[in-house]
T-cell receptor, first 116, second 114 residues
Framework: KAGVTQTPRYLIKTRGQQVTLSCSPISGHRSVSWYQQTPGQGLQFLFEYFSETQRNKGNFPGRFSGRQFSNSRSEMNVSTLELGDSALYLCASSPGAGAPSVGGYTFGSGTRLTVV | SQQGEEDPQALSIQEGENATMNCSYK?????LQWYRQNSGRGLVHLILIRSNEREKHSGRLRVTLDTSKKSSSLLITASRAADTASYFCATDASGGGSNYKLTFGKGTLLTVNP
């Protein structure tokens, strides 16, 4: 079955612009979560959605937002981009009803965002 | 903030040798997971161990969990050059209708030399 699909794979934006990243989870999975990975801060949780509802949010400024659609696909948006937003953004899907089963979370290949 | 702390930060071994990575965490957990990442790509789930389990095996992987010490270890036996990657532990405190997130350590970069 198809894995987690993230688009685009690479993105270059200018400071001050905004960006939208997309994530399509595994078919049947209702939970999508987002993580930011940087060399300095490592992997940090952004937010998690289940059935179009945000269930948890990490410690990021309000410039970072997300949403989930009825087909479980999710988007995250970053407005007023800063140089420090350059990172690999990863999304993960899971069935979502509770803590994951033995299979854990399935991650996409990520979107590498560069802000210049 | 990072809950898990992996040790060592980097490990270089020869093919055929065993690799052991350790992870410590700070708060109560529901489960602990290990992931692998090749060259800045996506994370691949390796193994999940629940808080009421002490040891788990999957192929060449062996994971232990000591909740009293809030620590875990990942052992890769008979390593191969293809095992070269970064390995992350991640704690999951999901339960009771809250959390739903993984808290990652900074990772161990494993290099397996042919």
């Amino acid at each position: 079955k198809a894995g987690v699909t993230q688009t685009p794979r690479y993105l270059i934006k200018t400071r001050g612009q905004q960006v939208t990243l997309s994530c399509s989870p595994i078919s049947g999975h209702r939970s999508v979560s987002w993580y930011q990975q940087t060399p300095g801060q490592g992997l940090q949780f952004l937010f998690e959605y289940f059935s179009e509802t945000q269930r948890n949010k990490g410690n990021f400024p309000g410039r970072f937002s997300g949403r989930q659609f009825s087909n479980s696909r999710s988007e995250m948006n970053v407005s007023t981009l800063e140089l420090g937003d350059s990172a690999l953004y990863l999304c993960a899907s899971s069935p979502g009803a509770g803590a994951p089963s033995v299979g854990g979370y399935t991650f996409g290949s990520g979107t590498r965002l560069t802000v210049v | 903030s990072q809950q898990g702390e992996e040790d060592p930060q980097a490990l270089s071994i020869q093919e055929g040798e065993n690799a052991t990575m350790n992870c410590s965490y700070k708060t109560s957990i529901n489960n602990l997971q290990w992931y692998r990442q090749n060259s800045g790509r996506g994370l691949v789930h390796l193994i999940l161990i629940r808080s009421n389990e002490r040891e788990k095996h999957s192929g060449r992987l062996r994971v232990t969990l000591d909740t009293s010490k809030k620590s875990s270890s990942l052992l890769i036996t008979a390593s191969r050059a293809a095992d070269t990657a970064s390995y992350f532990c991640a704690t999951d405190a999901s339960g009771g209708g809250s959390n739903y997130k993984l808290t990652f350590g900074k990772g161990t970069l494993l290099t397996v030399n042919p």
